[in-house]
């Protein structure tokens, strides 16, 4: 099993930037495919972006080129970083490794108006 620890949330004005970290423990995590997600309140919980093992990366049409999904092999840390921020940005955030479906606790992004 892989442990998830998800860090960086806040809350930040509109237009502001943050950038969330996601730490896994366990092996193998460089040929691990890894997703963000996000829980807006009252709503499901939806993919943001993914990135392969490869490195090759794909995004929700609400935050291409806002966002940038990236990862450092070395660190076993897979990374969100988060532009322009919008209010409906708001949200809690998980990474996911996606071979065994292992879920961070998540952190909390308000953008605020």
């Known amino acids: ?8 949330g806040g809350l930040v ?4 930037s943050l950038r969330l970290s996601c730490a896994a423990s366990g092996s193998f995590f460089s040929i691990k495919a890894m997703g963000w997600y996000r829980q ?5 919980r939806e993919l ?5 093992s490869g490195g090759t990366t794909n995004y929700a049409d609400s935050v291409k080129g806002r ?7 070395a660190k076993n840390t897979v990374y969100l970083q988060m532009n322009n921020l919008k ?9 996911k490794e996606e071979v065994l479906g292992s879920w961070g606790q998540g952190t ?3 953008v605020s108006s």
């Open 48 to 52: 943001v972006a993914f990135i392969t």
């Open 40 to 44: 807006p309140p009252g709503k499901q």
């Open 108 to 110: 909390q992004v308000t």
């Open 1 to 8: 099993q892989v442990q998830l620890v998800e860090s960086g």
């Open 87 to 95: 209010p409906e940005d708001t949200a809690v955030y998980y990474c």
């Open 13 to 16: 004005q509109a237009g502001g």
């Open 67 to 73: 966002f940038t999904i990236s990862r450092d092999n």
